[in-house]
């Protein structure tokens, strides 16, 4: 099998990947591009794992064995039935092992061209680790510093219409970042997905021109960022955005407006600033909650807990902005995109244009 076996950097000769694994272990996270065609389901994986550590390694391999040969048949009759003689498909499991094995194997026997990918997943994942430290560090950023409801993400959006590089950190985490930050009805991807699609967004990138981000913490809800990407975009340029407290009201009313169609999960999340805030304050934000107090409750938030929060975080973090420069920003009016270029012009004449 040897000869059959390719690295990582070999998979772009390769007209299609294919990833054998089960379809919760591809969920979690996948080699860019690859087609799941598991050879054991998420609960044939279990049946096989039980019976090999509770009966014996001989049964759970000869159990398996069955599973995998009547899989692997019924994807040839479905998945690939249309595949060309010429086909040269990347075969991957977990680790290069018995499942990607016997796929290749009977692959080859078929007719086709078909590798294996040298240490399967956990080699790419490894890979995706070493590129997050080193990747990050080769863009000048320029990251969107201001208080919570002022557009950051907006404008974020607008500078990509309008044509700069954008790396929208909170869409690839599907997280806003705050601690009321999650998406109606959206999970967030896991730590090794959201790694993948980091490392993809960064490729795409000319090092050459600056990156745009949006100032964020270590963590987007449940996401760590890199610590490469953190510390080089907390030393680089920034571009403070303020809004007035009517605009950031409005717009943190309008952003965060589903979070008053379940307002128990509201009132428990703002439980858990207790500890940040008093239990009598928290409480008085929950009676808002209960009275549709929208307006006086995102007022309330803004005075006493993002902007201190800011005002506490933003200089210790991102060392270059006291040198930033600083833009009033219009979150809520229909001409972003304009706002936006006219950022892009400052910059043009400004010295962040060579940071």
């Not at 599907?174 to 993948?196: C, E, I, N, Y």
Request: aromatic share 8%; hydrophobic share 40%.
């Amino acid at each position: 099998m040897k000869n059959l076996l390719v690295s990582l950097d070999q998979a772009g000769d390769f007209d299609e990947i294919i990833d054998v694994r089960t379809p919760l272990e591809f969920a979690e996270d996948h080699i860019p591009g690859a087609l799941n065609a598991p050879v054991l389901s998420n609960e044939e994986r279990v049946l096989v794992g039980t019976t090999y550590k509770q009966i014996s390694p001989f049964e759970g391999t000869r159990i398996g064995a069955a599973l995998v040969a009547r899989n692997i048949a019924h994807h040839l009759e479905t998945t690939f039935a249309d595949r060309p003689r010429n086909w040269r498909p990347l075969i991957y499991c977990w680790r290069g092992g018995k499942r990607s094995g016997s796929v290749t194997t009977l692959f080859n026997m078929i007719g086709w061209q078909a590798r294996q990918l040298d240490g399967g997943y956990k080699g790419y994942r490894r890979a995706t680790l070493d590129t997050l430290e080193s990747l990050p560090k080769t863009f000048k950023y320029i990251a969107l510093v201001g208080p919570t409801g002022s557009g950051k993400t907006r404008l974020l959006a607008a500078l990509n219409q309008a044509g700069a590089q954008t790396l929208d950190l909170e869409a690839l985490a599907a997280h806003r970042g705050s601690l009321l930050g999650a998406w109606a009805g959206v999970a967030q991807p896991s730590q090794k997905r959201f790694d993948t699609l980091l490392v993809c967004a960064l490729r795409a990138f000319d090092p050459k021109r600056p990156v745009f981000v949006e100032a964020e913490s270590r963590r987007i809800g449940s996401i760590a960022l890199p610590l490469a990407l953190l510390e080089t975009f907390h030393q680089g340029a920034c571009v403070e955005v303020l809004s007035s407290h009517e605009d950031r009201a409005a717009f943190l009313l309008h952003d965060y407006a589903h979070l008053f169609d379940d307002p128990e999960s509201l009132k428990a999340q703002l439980q858990k600033m207790i500890g940040l805030h008093s239990r009598e304050r928290v409480t008085g934000w929950q009676h808002l909650v209960d009275e549709n107090g929208r307006a006086e409750l995102a007022g309330e938030l803004i005075e006493r807990h993002y902007d201190p929060a800011y005002a506490r975080s933003s200089h210790q973090h991102f060392v270059q902005l006291p040198r930033a420069l600083q833009i009033h920003f219009r979150p809520n009016d229909a001409d972003v995109v304009e706002q936006a270029k006219a950022l892009l012009a400052q910059l043009d004449n400004s010295a962040l244009a060579v940071v």
